[in-house]
């Protein structure tokens, strides 16, 4: 049993800034040389394509909940 709904938007957010703690990770170790703006563009990259995959996941979630997704049999017809 879940205790929480799966949110893809913060997994790939997640999966971003680790990107970017590992880059930064070898760096330090001194595996290879990172320099210090690379990151930006991968953590702003990142953070725009995780809000879009919030954004879409948001999106059919709604869809799914709406009245109009119901079949027409799980609706009441009568009064209330």
């Given amino acids: 049993m ?29 595996l290879w040389d990172t320099p210090w703006f690379a990151v930006i563009p991968i953590v702003t990259g990142g953070l725009c394509l995780a809000g879009a995959v919030a954004f879409l996941t948001r999106g059919i979630r709604r869809r799914r909940r709406s009245p109009a997704a119901e079949p027409s049999s799980a609706r009441p017809t009568g009064p209330v």
């Fill in 2 to 30: 879940l205790r929480h709904e799966f949110q893809p938007g913060r997994l790939v957010a997640g999966a971003f800034l680790t990107l970017a703690g590992v880059l930064y990770a070898g760096d330090a170790g001194g």
